[in-house]
């Protein structure tokens, strides 16, 4: 048996940057952390034909020639690479299209299932490559280069990207500064999920067709994930937590689908109800809303959000990007 967990990222600043033509022109810049939700992948080679199941979606899948769904080409990356027989099961702590790189998360965790049964070693940032590429190219889905990349290599940490690579620096989880911030965070379910490339086309086709405004805007959010990395260096809460809404405020702003009346309604509710900052996580429309509120406010502020959604979490950073787990035991989790 093989178990390989992938923990899903939030992203605090820079998101929108991190998308091709923009970064390949103008560089771009995020500041995510992983967390202690992700997506649990097990591998059991009973010898008949290669099948793959998701208790989240209550499904089996099989191969099929016609079907172009996400688990039947997981299941044609398997046979790719010569293994055809096996159990491959999935389990999620959250929904996909919620915001949180889940895809990323999952083809992470396919990409290292599939190298460790082959008995080969791969680096987190070869791994957030080959990730990136085969979301990218072989599924067609227009994703961030900040998701495979953040939830391969964990942890708190600032990121650039550039049409020549990548460059990663991470901070320590464990300082009073940060785990106060941790502290201070709750997760909003908005309800629905949605998927990822329809959010982010609008912006994507701007960008690639020149548009200034556009171009203008995702350099303003680029800046801001500089300018949220010297905050948590020089332990500036008021300076995160202003940068979080400054971002907020335009990232709205590049499609007509990133927000919504009620996104906004529940925003406008955690502030009423001592909020410091709020925002969508992901390409928009639906999934989760990041909160950051005081750390004495926490529990209140959980319980007024949860009169307008059902999911309402508390979270801690991960320091440690897509591993393999020996005997399901992981202290990290």
């Known amino acids: ?9 939030i992203s605090f600043a820079g998101g ?3 998308i091709t033509p923009f970064f390949d022109t103008y560089g771009g810049a995020v500041l995510n952390t992983t967390i202690d939700r992700g997506i649990m992948i097990r591998y059991i080679d009973d010898g008949n034909s290669l099948e793959i199941s998701s208790r989240d979606f209550l499904k089996t899948s099989l191969i099929s020639s016609n079907n172009t769904s996400m688990e039947n080409r997981i299941i044609r990356m398997f046979m790719d690479e010569g293994i055809t027989t096996g159990r491959l099961i999935m389990n999620s702590d959250v929904p996909p299209g919620s915001g949180l790189g889940s895809s990323s998360a999952l083809l992470n ?5 599939i190298y460790t049964i082959k008995g080969k070693n791969i680096d987190c940032l070869e791994l957030a490559r080959k990730s990136y ?6 599924f067609n889905i227009i994703l961030g280069k900040q998701d495979p990349f953040a939830i391969a290599v964990g942890g708190l940490k600032y990121m650039e990207f550039t049409s020549v690579g990548e460059t990663t620096q991470k901070f320590d989880i464990k300082t009073p500064f940060v785990r106060q911030l941790e502290k201070s965070m709750i997760l909003v379910y908005t309800g ?9 086309q609008e912006q994507a086709s701007k960008s690639a067709n020149g548009d200034e405004e556009t171009t203008s805007k995702l350099k303003s959010i ?38 919504n009346e009620r996104i906004e309604r529940m925003i406008d509710y955690a502030f009423k109800n001592g909020a410091r900052s709020a925002k969508l996580l992901g ?10 509120t005081e750390p004495e406010n926490i529990n209140r502020l959980q319980n007024k959000m949860r009169e307008l959604s059902e999911f309402v979490i508390r979270l801690k950073f991960d320091g440690k990007g897509t591993r393999l787990i020996e005997n399901f035991i992981d202290s990290e989790i």
Request: charged share 25%.
């Open 1 to 9: 048996m093989i178990t390989v967990y992938s923990p899903v990222r």
């Open 283 to 292: 390409g928009g429309s639906e999934g989760f809303i990041l909160i950051l």
């Open 16 to 18: 929108g940057s991190d």
């Open 222 to 259: 680029r800046d801001m994930a500089f300018q949220m990395s010297r905050a948590v260096m020089s332990e500036n809460r008021d300076a995160f937590c202003s940068i979080v809404n400054e971002g907020w405020k335009i990232k709205k702003t590049l499609g007509s689908s990133v927000s």
């Open 109 to 113: 965790g396919i990409i290292k299932t």
């Open 192 to 200: 629905h999920t949605r998927e990822s490339s329809k959010s982010l």
């Open 133 to 138: 590429i085969t979301e990218k190219e072989k």
